[in-house]
T-cell receptor
Framework: EAGVVQSPRYKIIEKKQPVAFWCNPI?????LYWYRQNLGQGPELLIR????????DSQLPKDRFSAERLKGVDSTLKIQPAELGDSAVYLC?????????????FGPGTRLLVL | EDKVVQSPLSLVVHEGDTVTLNCSYE??????LLWYKQEKKAPTFLFML????IEKKSGRLSSILDKKELFSILNITATQTGDSAIYLC????????????FGTGTRLQVFP
């Protein structure tokens, strides 16, 4: 069974440039999460989707971050414009609905470096 | 504010040693605690604990939860170099948010 797929794996951009990350969750997983992991820290939730609906985006910096999950499968996370402090690993995770929702399966992440 | 604290932050051992990683939590309406292993890529799921005192085992790894004292431990026996990783602990609250609240992790290095 394929795991969570993310692309690109690495991205280097200059500040003020836009950047987008893509995630394809495990087939059949209705819930999709985007996390940001700063160096030496645990992942922090940015946004959670139930199918195509964003049900928790309280930690998403909405002035520069946006996300979408059209058709309730793939998702994209965008930053525009990027700032130096956005350098981090952006992890996507997915889970089944219902009682198994806590067991989240993570993708390999996109490592972003903003210069 | 919900938080998860892990200790030690870093641990260096030799192959064959046994290690114990600690995780304490303050999570509103706590539901479950999860352990993940993170190497140079995605965190991979190890255990989910919801009941106190029931040990979960997978090979040389085991974990247990104490809901009275609000902590969990992860034990690794007969460590191997392949166990070198960051071990993340996360708590989830009730209320349908299904938000994982992660600790900062324990970096384990196992030398031959």
């Amino acid at each position: 069974e394929a795991g969570v797929v993310q692309s690109p794996r690495y991205k280097i951009i200059e500040k003020k440039q836009p950047v987008a990350f893509w995630c394809n969750p495990i087939s059949g997983h209705n819930t999709l999460y985007w996390y940001r992991q700063n160096l030496g820290q645990g992942p922090e939730l940015l946004i959670r989707y139930e199918n195509e609906e964003a049900v928790d985006d309280s930690q998403l910096p909405k002035d520069r971050f946006s996300a979408e999950r059209l058709k309730g499968v793939d998702s994209t996370l965008k930053i525009q414009p990027a700032e130096l402090g956005d350098s981090a690993v952006y992890l996507c995770a997915s889970s089944l609905g219902g009682r198994n929702q806590e067991t989240q399966y993570f993708g390999p992440g996109t490592r972003l470096l903003v210069l | 504010e919900d938080k998860v604290v892990q200790s030690p932050l870093s641990l260096v051992v030799h192959e064959g040693d046994t290690v114990t990683l600690n995780c304490s939590y303050e999570v509103t309406n706590f539901r479950s605690l999860l352990w993940y292993k993170q190497e140079k890529k995605a965190p991979t799921f190890l255990f989910m604990l919801t009941s106190s005192g029931i040990e979960k085992k997978s090979g040389r790894l085991s974990s247990i939860l104490d809901k009275k004292e609000l902590f969990s431990i992860l034990n690794i026996t007969a460590t191997q170099t392949g166990d070198s990783a960051i071990y993340l602990c996360a708590g989830t609250p009730l209320g349908g948010t299904d938000k994982l609240i992660f600790g900062t992790g324990t970096r384990l290095q196992v030398f031959p």
